[in-house]
Nanobody
Framework: QVQLVESGGGLVQAGGSLRLSCAAS????????MGWFRQAPGKEREFVAG????????RYADSVKGRFTISRDNAKNTMYLQMNSLKSNDTAVYYC????????????WGQGIQVTVSS
């Protein structure tokens, strides 16, 4: 199993930056694919960015490509989402998640953290 805890959310102005952190615990992190999701009010949860814990290969939603960067620090068992050039429609609850790299369903989730971008 993987346990995930997000931190670093808050209120920022449009055009600003914010970095989210996801502290992960688990014995076999190298076999997991981890990612960030978000859910805005009135909208369904959407994929934001993902990273292979072992190889550090990444994938991004088109809506955040070029603005957000996902990364991980193996020594700290922590995943990050650096968010730049934030827009008001980036406002959402952001979730850290993980799945076994051979599966399609994300079974492990953090509690979620609020990111609010003021216009």
């Amino acid at each position: 199993q993987v346990q995930l805890v997000e931190s670093g959310g808050g209120l920022v102005q449009a055009g600003g930056s914010l970095r989210l952190s996801c502290a992960a615990s688990g014995r076999y992190l190298n076999i997991y694919y981890m990612g960030w999701f978000r859910q805005a009010p009135g909208k369904e949860r959407e994929f934001v960015a993902g990273i292979n814990w072992s190889s550090a290969s990444t994938r991004y939603a088109d809506s955040v490509k070029g603005r957000f960067t996902i990364s991980r620090d193996n020594a700290k068992n922590t995943m990050y989402l650096q968010m730049n050039s934030l827009k008001s429609n980036d406002t959402a609850v952001y979730y850290c998640a993980a799945r076994h790299y051979l599966l399609t369903k994300y079974d492990y989730w953090g509690q979620g953290i609020q990111v609010t971008v003021s216009s």
